[in-house]
């Protein structure tokens, strides 16, 4: 199974300040047909999952300009630009290249 | 509105069985990959199993294959699991999700405790 390992696993953060979560793949997560399912996905306290992020860096519907995610093969990272209240909640990064899908740890992320 | 709405779960004994179901409502049902993720309290997500449109392609992590059926009404717009042989370890909160790669629409999840 691709293990994927997120750093950090808490990020005490400013509001209006930038964070950055790093999520490592113990494989390439390049399919076969070419494109990369690595997404990203936030979890706010007491609710569901959201997806935020699909495909490496595709924002999904709703979402706001200040998440981004980049990175390929093995490294990727979801950057926030500035840190708004509701940002509060648990980061997963999960693949779909490769059955069984997996997820990483969770992110926790916090206001200082 | 695009909703997914899990039920279904409850308290069982070990070596139990339980069948969760997902409702759909506010998409096409029958054009979408379903998938089950669960997460034991305090824990992470897991991928638990996922049905391919016509329900054709099932796919199921190791640690549920031979207990856990994923099954799908496309004329009810349902999605099933039937989980049998629970242990312990299956205790978590189970959460429908629409699609296949991308979960795009996650439903508000339904518990299970397994315990005697």
């Known amino acids: 199974d691709i293990v994927m390992t997120q750093t950090p696993l808490s990020s005490p953060v400013t509001l209006g300040q930038p964070a950055s979560i790093s999520c490592r793949s113990s494989q390439s997560l390049v399919h076969s047909d070419g494109n990369t399912y690595l997404s990203w996905l936030q979890q706010r306290p007491g609710q569901p999952p959201r997806l935020l992020i699909y495909q490496i860096s595709n924002r999904f519907s709703g979402v706001p300009d200040r998440f981004n995610g980049s990175g390929a093969g093995t490294d990727f990272t979801l950057k926030i630009s500035r840190v708004e209240g509701e940002d509060v909640g648990v980061y997963y990064c999960?693949?779909?290249?490769?059955?069984?899908?997996?997820f990483g740890q969770g992110t926790k992320l916090e206001i200082k | 509105e695009v909703q997914l709405v899990a039920s279904g779960g409850g308290l069982v004994q070990p070596g139990g069985s339980l069948r969760l179901s997902c409702a759909a409502s506010?998409?096409?049902?029958?054009?979408?990959?379903m998938t089950w993720v669960r997460q034991a309290p305090g824990k992470g997500l897991e991928w638990v199993a996922n049905?391919?449109?016509?329900?054709?392609?099932?796919y199921y992590v190791d640690s549920v294959k031979g207990r856990f059926i994923i099954s799908r009404d496309n004329a009810k717009k349902s999605l099933y699991l039937q989980m049998d042989s629970l242990r312990a370890e299956d205790t978590a909160v189970y959460y429908c999700a629409r699609s296949r790669a991308s979960l795009i629409t996650w439903g508000q999840g339904t518990k299970v405790t397994v315990s005697s």
């Open positions: 506010g998409f096409t049902f029958g054009s979408y990959w």
């Open positions: 999960m693949q779909a290249t490769q059955l069984p899908y997996t």
């Open positions: 049905i391919k449109e016509d329900g054709s392609e099932k």
